[in-house]
């Protein structure tokens, strides 16, 4: 069985550009996470999906990030404009009980 | 807010030897699950074992192992017969009951020496 399944794996683009992260969660789970990975901040949930609804987004650092679940099978995580201070590994995670999240790989954002 | 505090930064073991990774949280709640994460170079975050409050006896998965001290609020990793490919950050992590939140501590880099 597949895992969460990220893509890119790696993003590299300049300050202002739009980046577009994707994850295709586990078949079946109903939940899926967006995490941040930074040394200074370590992981932080930036946004919660229970059945494609948006139950939390106080994790969001701004307007300029957006995330949408248009389906059970496909998430994304959208920055737009893109800043030096947006680096970091972003992870997806999904789970089908809240205590058993399962990762993706990451991508991991360079902006320069 | 949760809190989880890993206070070795980082840590060192021979093969085949046993290292235990520390970890401490703050809550009121009565109800909780602890984790530990495993994030290896290839920046994967594995599961790696999983305890719930209300249990009493210490989670193990194979060759890993933890010491669940509700009172003091303790929740420490032991890992036996290290092998190199042990080498990664562990973190350690909180939920509340009924929550979807997980709250991570700052992590603790284990490195196996052959």
């Known amino acids: 069985d597949a895992g969460v399944i990220q893509s890119p794996r790696h993003e590299v683009t300049e300050m202002g550009q739009e980046v577009t992260l994707r994850c295709k969660p586990i078949?079946?789970?109903?939940?899926l996470f967006w995490y941040r990975q930074t040394m200074m901040r370590g992981l932080e949930l930036l946004i919660y999906f229970n059945n494609n609804v948006p139950i939390d987004d106080s994790g969001m650092p701004e307007d300029r990030f957006s995330a949408k679940m248009p389906n059970a099978s496909f998430s994304t995580l959208k920055i737009q404009p893109s800043e030096p201070r947006d680096s970091a590994v972003y992870f997806c995670?999904?789970?089908?009980?809240?205590?058993?999240?399962?990762f993706g790989p990451g991508t991991r954002l360079t902006v320069t | 807010a949760q809190t989880v505090t890993q206070s070795q930064p980082e840590m060192s073991v021979q093969e085949a030897e046993t290292v235990t990774l520390s970890c401490t949280y703050d809550t009121s709640e009565n109800n909780y699950y602890l984790f530990w994460y495993k994030q290896p170079p290839s920046r994967q975050m594995i599961l790696v074992i999983r305890?719930?409050?209300?249990?009493?006896q210490n989670a193990t998965e194979n060759r890993f192992s933890v010491n669940f001290q509700k009172a003091a609020k303790s929740f420490s990793l032991k890992i036996s017969d290290s092998q190199l490919g042990d080498t990664a950050m562990y973190f350690c992590?909180?939920?509340?009951?009924?929550?979807?939140?997980?709250?991570f501590g700052a992590g603790t880099t284990v490195t196996v020496r052959a």
């Open positions: 305890q719930e409050a209300y249990k009493q």
């Open positions: 078949s079946g789970h109903n939940s």
């Open positions: 995670a999904s789970s089908e009980i809240s205590y058993e999240q399962y």
């Open positions: 992590a909180f939920m509340r009951g009924n929550d979807y939140k997980l709250s």
